[in-house]
């Protein structure tokens, strides 16, 4: 199959990063990669719109990661976003565990509050 220049060109820029700044990704952890670089593990993190956010824990985190595979996450730290906003990448500092079910998440009508139409 051959790509044209311009998929080549919006596949290039969707993983480009173009803002970074402090936030949080959250999703399930899907994968766990041991890269041996720079002290940090390597982890995706599928969201709820099943996009793939990579990160790299460092290896003073690396052992909560274990439980948390395959568990709902919240991880926190540098973010890299593209020219659309989306996260691409995560330089994590902070872990924690969420909730898998529906149990303790707000509903959609206080998350809208007063204006939900």
Known sequence: MVLSDAVRSNAAQAVKPLEVSYGSV????SALRDTRTKGTVKVTVRT???????GHVPESLADQLRE????R???????RRNS????IRIDVDAIEQLPDGNDGRPTTE???GTGAD
Do not use: I, N, P
Not at 48 to 54: L, S, T
Not at 68 to 71: A, C, G, K, S, Y
Not at 73 to 79: C, E, I, P, R, T
């Open 26 to 29: 959250s999703g399930t952890l």
């Open 68 to 71: 948390l595979w395959r568990h």
């Open 84 to 87: 659309r906003g989306q996260a």
């Open 73 to 79: 996450v919240m991880l926190g730290g540098k973010v």
């Open 110 to 112: 206080a998350l809208l």
């Open 48 to 54: 709820a719109a099943r996009q793939a956010v990579d």
